[in-house]
C-alpha cells in the first residue's frame, strides 16, 4: 500500500494527487494481522524503517498489540532489548518474514529470550506483558516527576498535566516550548497525539543534555533543541499550532508568540516571580483569555505524622487565537 508508511504521501506533496493513480495491494500490516489472528482496529501500525526505535516507547503498554515495519535484521533484537529495559520482558514477539511469498517464515518468542536470526525483510508482532512488580508510563499527560532527569527546575507533574490540556496536542501539531529545561512538557505533548512536533528553545547547555537524554528514553527522539532565547530566536521557525512559555516571559515574547500562532492556536504561559505575573495580568486585561493560580500541597512525614507541604504557586495565562 503505497500510502501506508510509504512513497505516496512523498510523492503527492511533490506533484499533487491529480497526475498520480494508486494501484494499492495488501499490506504488509494485513497480511501479518491475518497471520496472528488480530484485528487491524484493535492493534497499533508502527514503522522504525529508518526511524529512531525509541519511538515506539509511547505505545508500549500493557495489553497493546503492535505490528511494526522492520529497518533489517536486527530490529526484533533491538525491539527486544527495549521491552526488556522497560518492564516487558515476557510480552509475546512474533516477527514474520516474506509474507505471502513462497519464503515465508515465522520466528517466535518472548522479549526477555529472543535469540532468533531473521531475515530482513520482515514484520514484528508484539503482545505487550507488564512484568510483576514494574510500573508502566502512560500517554496521558502528568507523568511523575521521577520519569524525567531534571536539575530541579522543572515543570511539576500536577501542573505540567493542566498545562498540556490547555495546549490540547493533536495529530502533526507544531508546538514551541520556550525555556524547555528538561522538556517535560515537550515530551509530554509528543507522547500525547500521533505526529506532533515541538521544538524547545533553551540557552543553557547542560539543560539541552538532559533534555535530549528524557527524549530519547521517553520515546520523542524526534522532540527539536535549540540553543535560543526568545524573542529572537522565533524568528524563522515553522509556524506553531500551541506555544508555551515556561521560562524567558517578556512582552516582547508574548507577542511574538500571539502573532506567529496559526488559527485556533493556543498560548499558555506559567509564572512564579510577581514580575511574571504582572506581565501576565496586563496580557489578561489587553487580550482577555483565562488566567487561573494553580495551588498545589503534597502530604510529607513530620515526624511521625504528615502534612502538606505546599509548592510554589503558580499563574497561568491561556488564550486561544480565533
Not at 14 to 31: E, K, M, N, Y
Not at 233 to 243: F, H, I, K, N, W
Request: with cysteine; charged share 25%; glycine share 10%.
Amino acid at each position: 500500500d503505497p500510502l501506508w508508511y510509504s512513497v505516496g504521501a512523498r510523492i503527492i506533496r511533490a506533484i499533487g494527487t491529480d497526475g498520480v493513480r494508486f494501484h494499492p495491494q495488501l499490506s504488509a500490516f494485513q497480511w501479518a494481522a491475518c497471520r496472528m489472528g488480530w484485528s487491524l482496529a484493535d492493534i497499533d501500525l508502527l514503522t522504525v524503517h529508518g526511524r529512531a526505535i525509541a519511538q515506539v516507547i509511547p505505545n508500549v503498554q500493557p495489553g497493546a498489540r503492535m505490528i511494526l515495519l522492520a529497518r533489517d535484521r536486527t530490529t526484533p533484537g533491538d525491539l527486544a532489548a527495549l521491552l526488556v529495559e522497560r518492564g516487558f520482558s515476557s510480552s509475546r514477539m512474533v516477527a514474520l518474514a516474506h509474507l505471502g511469498g513462497p519464503l515465508e517464515e515465522r520466528f517466535e518468542g518472548v522479549a526477555e529470550s529472543w535469540r532468533n536470526e531473521v531475515p530482513d525483510f520482515h514484520v514484528v508482532a508484539v503482545e505487550c506483558r507488564l512484568d510483576a512488580g514494574r510500573s508502566w508510563l502512560p500517554r496521558m499527560a502528568g507523568l511523575p516527576d521521577e520519569a524525567f532527569e531534571h536539575d530541579g527546575r522543572m515543570t511539576k507533574r500536577e501542573v505540567r498535566a493542566i498545562t498540556l490540556a490547555k495546549l490540547a496536542p493533536r495529530r502533526d501539531a507544531m508546538l514551541w516550548d520556550i525555556g524547555c529545561g528538561c522538556g517535560s512538557v515537550s515530551i509530554e505533548w509528543m507522547r500525547a497525539a500521533p505526529e506532533t512536533r515541538a521544538i524547545g528553545l533553551e540557552p543553557r547547555a547542560d539543560r539541552r543534555v538532559i533534555a535530549a537524554r528524557n527524549a530519547l528514553a521517553l520515546g520523542t527522539p524526534k522532540l527539536e533543541l535549540l540553543d535560543a532565547r526568545a524573542p529572537d530566536g522565533l524568528d524563522g521557525l515553522p509556524r506553531p499550532d500551541a506555544v508555551f512559555v515556561g521560562g524567558g516571559l517578556s512582552v516582547e515574547t508574548i507577542g511574538h508568540a500571539l502573532d506567529a500562532l496559526s488559527p485556533h492556536g493556543r498560548l499558555v504561559v506559567n509564572a512564579v516571580t510577581l514580575e511574571s505575573e504582572a506581565i501576565l495580568l496586563d496580557m489578561h486585561g489587553r487580550h482577555g483569555g483565562e488566567l487561573v493560580r494553580l495551588a498545589v500541597s503534597r502530604a510529607k512525614p513530620v515526624g511521625g505524622l504528615h502534612g502538606w507541604q505546599p509548592m510554589m504557586p503558580i499563574t497561568q495565562w491561556s488564550i486561544e487565537r480565533s
